[in-house]
């Protein structure tokens, strides 16, 4: 079975401060990984993923995440938080070798204050 | 290109009553799948369909069934309502031989059961 943990229901930041935004995952074989943002009554957005090679991915909006197999992490990170990034953030993760499944994490409210 | 359309974006029905849900997927993705999210919840996967056949199933009761149709559309249908099933119904889309990458999700149908 594979699981997400996202530990912290909500995350405050001021505006142009670093952010990150943490998940932790477990699955049986090599995970794809991923991290979506949702705006209030809209759908999932896609960030970035992590399928293999380089631990640091690049993605939409500035936005980052490192891989890290040893502590089955990939959080999400920011040099420069801005206002208009406050939003539910989700980590996803797929088994390679487990199907089609995406399993999300419970969210993270991110809230970047003027 | 388009992405993924669905309907109704709001819907509100009486506990005991059947509702589907339809989905159109993006231009040039053959596979489904359906997610739940309920208040407060990171979404949870229902079921997939490629090539017209449920390809992958959650933890959820058969009352919850789906179609795609040959233009890889689909539809979700729900029998029985209970007061549980009220949240957001989300769908995506993707490449089925593209197994690295992620989905392509829908805005979402708020479904209210009352």
């Known amino acids: 079975a594979q699981s997400v943990a996202q530990p912290e229901d909500q995350v405050n930041v001021a505006e142009g401060n670093p952010l990150t935004v943490k998940c932790t995952y477990s699955?049986?074989?090599?995970?794809?990984l991923f991290w979506y943002v949702q705006y209030p009554n809209r759908g999932l957005q896609f960030l970035l993923k992590?399928?293999?090679?380089?631990?640091l991915v690049k993605g939409s909006y500035g936005f980052e995440a490192e891989f890290n197999k040893s502590q089955t992490s990939f959080h999400l990170k920011k040099p420069s938080a801005l206002v208009s990034d406050s939003a539910l953030y989700f980590c996803a993760v797929r088994d390679r070798n487990a199907g089609n499944m995406l399993t999300f994490g419970g969210g993270t409210r991110l809230m970047v204050k003027p | 290109e388009t992405g993924v359309t669905q309907s109704p974006t709001h819907l509100i029905k009486t506990r005991g009553q059947q509702v589907t849900l339809r989905c159109s997927s993006q231009?040039?993705?053959?596979?489904v799948s359906w997610y739940q999210q309920a208040l407060g919840q990171g979404p949870q996967f229902i079921f997939q369909y490629y090539r017209e056949e449920e390809n992958g199933r959650g933890n959820f009761p058969p009352r919850f069934s789906g179609l795609q149709f040959p233009n890889y559309s689909s539809e979700l249908n729900v029998n029985a309502l209970e007061l549980d099933d009220s949240a957001l119904y989300l769908c995506a889309s993707s490449l089925f031989t593209d197994r690295v990458y992620g989905y392509t999700f829908g805005s979402g149908t708020r479904l209210t059961v009352v």
């Open positions: 992590y399928i293999t090679g380089d631990n």
């Open positions: 231009s040039g993705h053959n596979t």
């Open positions: 699955v049986s074989g090599n995970p794809y």
